[in-house]
């Protein structure tokens, strides 16, 4: 079973701090990838990863960075938190460098910046 | 334009009922289309995945592609109380980098 596990459920951060999200995944899969969740806005692609130390800019990539420095774990760094980075961060890993591989997603971190 | 829509619901049926679970799209070159389903408090897990147009079947559940509209369907026949979720299509170019996903329409199967 492919497991995907996010370090926490919930964060409360405060702005302009520095924060870490870490995702870890055990299946060995090539592709790691961070998504955030919004009412009526659905998931969207922040980064993702081929490879270690690869990543490539999602569609709102503004405001986050990423850091892959071995295969299994995937960090996503927030430089100075926003309010409008609260959100649901999912993480996500799938086994080969085709995206229609099945993404398998972790439970995600629940995010909330006062 | 919203890439992909996706009518967010609540869709609240009874026990036992055909659901139907709709996406639009607006560009042409999507070939790879799926749902996801997400239950409270989980992340999204893949359901169903079909190329090109057409139908599949897994089931209780039938994905169907209609190309010609850009429109894609999720029917659940004989829908339970563990349907209740939200239903999430994505869809993918042919050579694309990334999933395109709909905003999730949440479902709520009474018993």
């Known amino acids: 079973d492919v497991k995907v596990t996010q370090s926490s459920r919930y964060l409360v951060k405060r702005t302009g701090e520095k924060v870490f999200l870490e995702c870890v995944q055990d299946?060995?899969?090539?592709?790691m990838f961070w998504y955030r969740q919004d009412p009526g806005l659905g998931l969207r692609l922040i980064y993702f990863s081929y490879d270690v130390k690869m990543k490539e800019k999602g569609d709102i990539p503004e405001g986050y960075s990423v850091s892959r420095e071995k295969k299994e774990r995937f960090s996503l760094i927030l430089e100075s938190a926003s309010t409008n980075q609260t959100s649901m961060y999912l993480c996500a890993s799938s086994l080969r460098g085709q995206l229609t591989d099945t993404q398998y997603f972790g439970p995600g971190t629940r995010l909330t910046v006062l | 334009q919203k890439e992909v829509e996706q009518d967010p619901g609540p869709l609240s049926v009874p026990e036992g009922a055909i659901v139907s679970l709709n996406c639009t799209y607006s560009?042409?070159?999507?070939?790879?289309f799926m749902w996801y389903r997400q239950y409270s408090r989980k992340g999204p897990e893949l359901l169903m995945y079909t190329y090109s147009s057409g139908n599949k079947e897994d089931g209780r559940f039938t994905a169907q592609v209609d190309k010609s509209s850009k429109y894609i369907s999720l029917f659940i026949r004989d829908s339970q109380p563990s349907d209740s979720a939200t239903y999430l299509c994505a869809v993918l170019m042919e050579y694309g980098n990334k999933l395109v996903f709909g905003a999730g329409t949440i479902l709520r199967v009474k018993s």
């Open positions: 299946m060995d899969h090539e592709n």
């Open positions: 560009n042409s070159a999507f070939q790879y």
